[in-house]
């Protein structure tokens, strides 16, 4: 073949791959996008929340009634990460090895696994196939162009990143970000699907550093599409940092162009977009983008439960926001973005509803506040207690008189201080300056 129009991998010619992905109908809430069209179905993100919520329920943190699992859920995912469409030998005999073992003391139901012997068979398949695949890079590399050899890369790491481990998944993809001429736009795609494979095996440290390693590449020169996928990418990265805030932007930019289909749904994108906003959002501007944000009106009845919460927080309806929070726990304990800080979370919303409620008064009894919130006296008291200790509320307790006092924070008092303070440091600094002159 002649090498004229394909010695150079500047132009972002989409890589063709030997793993098909089935296209299904377009989301109407999905922004077309080009380089998420080309992006590899593995691995499959929808796979890895499967496999989360079997190792939630084989470690007693969640039931099949509270996820809404069928009885048989470890067959369903230990039969889809054996079969064909995904054949990963090694992750099997590690959730074999490890969480089926637990699930079945747990939750009392037998699993039917595959054999040693055809998972050995499948092992030694893959190697062959693997094989096969690097010969036509080779053949690519003595006969074709540049784009050949970038596709034929690309076909091997997406066949790692499907069916083999995690570190032959990231050293395929190190070796196509190591081919020379290689645009910057393939670069950034094959670091992103990178961070998929390390996010997919639970990576995070190396997740984030390839974000935003992704990130500043496309700041340098990115295309928008890019850009714009890679916020959700950032966004994730920040949650499971506990970046709340900082998630919370990102996902609220991006809601109205989401495109990054291969990474999380819709739906979960939506969920991510309101929990992290309630938390960080102005009143005024939760009503706005969240309460009546067209996307999230779209898809309401699919998300209930977080949708009531936000709804019931804005409409000052106490005891229907910490029922709701109730109901709130399995979903974020079933997410495997949102799980490691469930706990966190659920402490967050609980200061928020308190504080909202007592910014309205200055004083109010123990008994009124307790009725507002559905609970009981002592358990308000104790919860006040705790995020009062912890500076989380600026209130005070009266126990004889069964009073809670809001002590409002005097602004012109803070800044009056703190212009004090760094008056104080920028003094000790001009005199440890002037000594220095002296000598």
Known sequence: MAEDDTTSMEVDTPATTTTTTKRTKANPHVTPSASAETASKHPDMELAQKIHRLQMISSSK??????????????????????????????????????????????????????????????????????????????????????EVLSARFDVARFAAKSLSKEEALKAYEDIVALPKLSSGKTIDAIMESARVA???GDTKTNTELVDKAVKMANDGGDWDRRNRLKVYNAISKLLGRDVKASASLFIDCIATFSCTELCSYTDFIVYTIIT????????????KIVDGPEILSIVKDIPVVYKLVVALYECDYKTYLTT?????????????????SGYLMRELHVLGYKQFLDSYKSVTLDSMASSFGVGPSFLDLQLSRFIAAGRLTAKIDKFGGVVETNRPDL???????????????????????RVVDL
């Open 412 to 434: 012109k008092n803070a800044q009056y201080r703190d212009m004090i303070q760094h008056g104080d440091l920028l003094l000790n600094r001009i005199q440890k300056l002037a």
């Open 277 to 288: 906003n309630i938390l960080h959002l102005p009143r005024t501007e939760i009503k706005e």
């Open 62 to 147: 969640l039931s099949h009634e509270e996820a809404s699992l069928p009885s048989n859920y470890a067959d369903i995912v230990m039969s889809e990460i054996g079969g064909p469409e995904v054949e990963n030998p090694s992750l099997y005999e590690h959730l074999k090895d490890t969480v089926v073992s637990a699930y079945v003391d747990n939750a009392g139901e037998e699993v039917t696994l595959l054999d040693d012997q055809t998972l050995t068979d499948m092992g030694i398949a893959h190697k062959k196939t693997l094989s096969e695949l690097e010969k036509k890079v080779e053949e690519a590399r003595e006969s074709a162009g540049d784009m």
């Open 325 to 341: 929070m109730v109901e709130l726990q399995p979903i974020l304990i079933a997410d495997r973005f949102l799980q490691p800080h």
């Open 199 to 201: 996010s997919f095996h």
